[in-house]
Nanobody, 117 residues
Framework: QVQLVESGGGLVQAGGSLRLSCAAS????????MGWYRQAPGKQRELVAT???????NYADSVKGRFTISRDNAKNTVYLQMNSLKPEDTTVYYC???????????WGQGTQVTVSS
């Protein structure tokens, strides 16, 4: 069984910073993609950023230049450093793990990020 445990969400003022963490345990494989998605009420879940086990990164246009994704393969942990936060970044953020080549996806429980104006 794969388990993803997220931490680091909270309340911050606009322009501030937060760092999300997600630790994976279980059979995650050596080739995988870890990432962060977010979902506002009534909207589809959208990609924020992903990073492969080889450290290839991908970002949504809306967060480029403000957010940085990184990972520690030894700890099976992915991080999302969020700077210059905006009120529109307010929503629940979900950690994702995709095990390749099988394409099996796992999700964390979600962590709330609230940015006040």
């Amino acid at each position: 069984q794969v388990q993803l445990v997220e931490s680091g969400g909270g309340l911050v003022q606009a322009g501030g910073s937060l760092r999300l963490s997600c630790a994976a345990s279980g059979s995650i494989g050596s080739i995988n993609v870890m990432g962060w998605y977010r979902q506002a009420p009534g909207k589809q879940r959208e990609l924020v950023a992903t990073i492969t086990s080889g450290h290839r990164m991908n970002y949504a246009d809306s967060v480029k230049g403000r957010f940085t994704i990184s990972r520690d393969n030894a700890k099976n942990t992915v991080y999302l450093q969020m700077n210059s936060l905006k009120p529109e970044d307010t929503t629940v953020y979900y950690c994702n793990l995709e095990v390749r080549p099988f394409g099996v996806n796992y999700w964390g429980q979600g962590t709330q990020v609230t940015v006040s104006s």
